[in-house]
Nanobody, 122 residues
Framework: QVQLEESGGGLVQAGASLRLSCVVSGRDITQLGMGWFRQSPGKAREFVAVIRFDGRETDYEDSVKGRFTISRDTAKNAVYLQMDSLAPEDTALYYC???????????????WGQGTQVTVSS
């Protein structure tokens, strides 16, 4: 059973930094593309950042480019999201997601954590 557990959220003032962690159990993260998503009240869940299964590529939603950094530690089987220069519009429930792709069938399975709340006050 694959499980993802996020931590590191909190209440901070605008301009502050937070580092979110996502520890994965039940699957090696080198087999998973790992991403962060967020959801604000009344809005759809949106993509924030992703790191490829081999760690060679990352991508970010435009509004977080230059402020957020996704990274991973394969020894700890964990993925991180360093968030700098936080703004009130970054307030959301942040979810960790792992995607296991099956290239032979061109299908995938997504695993999700329960989320960690980030609140940024102005």
């Amino acid at each position: 059973q694959v499980q993802l557990e996020e931590s590191g959220g909190g209440l901070v003032q605008a301009g502050a930094s937070l580092r979110l962690s996502c520890v994965v159990s039940g699957r090696d993260i080198t087999q998973l593309g790992m991403g962060w998503f967020r959801q604000s009240p009344g809005k759809a869940r949106e993509f924030v950042a992703v790191i490829r299964f081999d760690g060679r590529e990352t991508d970010y939603e435009d509004s977080v480019k230059g402020r957020f950094t996704i990274s991973r530690d394969t020894a700890k089987n964990a993925v991180y999201l360093q968030m700098d220069s936080l703004a009130p519009e970054d307030t959301a429930l942040y979810y960790c997601e792992g995607r296991h792709r099956f290239t032979t069938t061109n299908t995938h399975v997504d695993y999700w954590g329960q989320g960690t709340q980030v609140t940024v006050s102005s």
